[in-house]
């Protein structure tokens, strides 16, 4: 199936400071991305959906000032959790649609972030 | 998107198939039935998808009934590696909107 990359895996951080997770789809052209957050014993949430060359959507009671998603080429989301705070701390998964006849989602690996 | 209904929890010993079943009994006549599946502390993988006909691929098999209201998974022989939870999302194909991802069944794969 199709590649989607997902950077960095895991990061560490201190409260307050910003971090930046990228997604990329490596063989397919993505139109729209999606990004995900997942707290443990928990399924996905969907935070967001990001259309290429537009604003995202953000589902309801994600702050769009706290979570900066920009998705300016084709094959390329990322999102930003600024200001982070240690109630951050989550497992965050992008995934991109092939919009090529099945439209598939394909998942990233997920970026486990730690706020201290 | 129609609503799904999984077990919550399955067991299944290695080597042997591991049957899945998924209800969706308010499924629509262009809606696909999807299946996903994530391993601990990973990303969601794409397993298998199909509309009404009985879909086989590398991974699994997807038998859905004549009436569409549920579905099974077959996972032919099972191994260790197969331990996951695995989710089943009924879905418009052509939607541009995020796949919904209910509670899903943990299976577990046992030596």
């Known amino acids: 199936g199709a590649v989607v990359s997902q950077h960095p895996s895991r990061v560490i951080c201190k409260s307050g400071t910003s971090v930046k997770i990228e997604c990329r789809s490596l063989?397919?052209?993505?139109?729209?991305m999606f990004w995900y957050r997942q707290f443990p014993k928990q399924s996905l949430m969907l935070m967001a959906t990001?259309?290429?060359?537009?604003?995202?959507?953000?589902e309801q009671g994600v702050e769009k000032d706290k979570f900066l998603i920009n998705h300016a080429s084709l094959t390329l989301s990322t999102l930003t959790v600024t200001s982070a705070h240690p109630e951050d701390s989550s497992f965050y998964i992008c995934?991109?649609?092939?919009?090529?006849?099945?439209?598939?989602?394909?998942f990233g690996a997920g970026t486990r972030l730690s706020v201290l | 998107d129609a609503k799904t209904t999984q077990p919550p929890s399955m067991d299944c010993a290695e080597g042997r198939a591991a049957n899945l079943p998924c209800n969706h009994s308010?499924?629509?006549?262009?809606?696909?039935v999807y299946w996903y599946r994530q391993i601990h502390s990973q990303g969601p993988q794409y397993i298998i998808h199909?509309?009404?006909n009985n879909e086989t691929n590398e991974m699994a098999s997807l038998i859905i009934t004549e009436d569409r209201k549920s579905s099974t998974l077959i996972l032919p022989h099972a191994t260790l590696r197969d331990t996951a939870v695995y989710y089943c999302?009924?879905?418009?194909?052509?939607?541009?909107?995020?796949?919904?991802f209910g509670k899903g069944t943990s299976l577990l794969v046992t030596p």
């Open positions: 199909g509309l009404k």
């Open positions: 308010t499924i629509s006549g262009n809606e696909y």
């Open positions: 990001s259309n290429e060359g537009s604003k995202a959507t953000y």
């Open positions: 063989d397919f052209q993505a139109t729209t």
């Open positions: 999302i009924v879905r418009v194909a052509n939607s541009g909107y995020a796949l919904n």
């Open positions: 995934s991109a649609r092939d919009g090529n006849g099945k439209n598939i989602q394909y």
